[in-house]
């Protein structure tokens, strides 16, 4: 089979009814697709793939190895999720000349006293700052969410390498 998808738990559910499994690297099944894709051409390529020497199997991954590799791959998310967030924040402050510095750490510490001084200079519309308040507590809530991911990360003993699939 084709390592991709759904692979490894097909892989794991054939091997319970006693077959042998071999999973090829997707990238490398690619290769021996001819023109169009489709699921025939597919199956083709999938053969003759397995007949290359040089392709290496893919091992089948346990359900416990591809539970941290989730967990890892939500934590990315949701950090890029907040990066996202701060960097648009600190872009749209900079529009009404409120300079914040990069990384989100240092902005948390200082937006709120530059907020503080935006609205006593009147530098600032209301709706902004509350809008920027609301803005505050989706990155603060993203935050909670990846420190929960850290605490489950920390609970998994399986040997998950994070740059396995990511």
């Not at 390529?45 to 397995?50: F, H, K, L, Q, S």
């Not at 902004?128 to 003993?157: C, F, P, T, W």
Request: glycine fraction near 6%; include cysteine.
């Amino acid at each position: 089979m084709e390592a991709c998808g759904g692979a490894h738990h097909w892989a794991r559910t054939l091997q319970a009814l006693g077959y042998e499994v071999k999973l090829l690297p997707a990238k490398h099944v690619r290769a021996f697709v001819l023109r169009d894709k489709t699921d025939a051409r597919d199956a083709q390529a999938i053969w003759v793939a397995a007949q290359q020497f040089h392709i290496k199997a893919v091992p089948v991954k346990s359900e416990e190895h591809q539970a941290c590799l989730i967990l890892h791959r939500m934590r990315a998310q949701l950090m890029k999720m907040r990066i996202m967030q701060t960097n648009a924040l600190r872009g749209l402050l900079y529009e009404f000349g409120i300079v914040l510095p990069e990384g989100h750490r240092i902005l948390l510490q200082r937006i709120q006293g530059e907020l503080a001084k935006a609205q006593e200079h009147d530098r600032l519309p209301g709706v902004v700052v509350v809008s920027v308040q609301e803005q505050l507590k989706r990155i603060d809530s993203m935050q909670d969410d990846i420190d929960q991911l850290d605490k489950r990360l920390g609970r998994v003993n399986t040997n998950c390498g994070q740059s396995d699939q990511m």
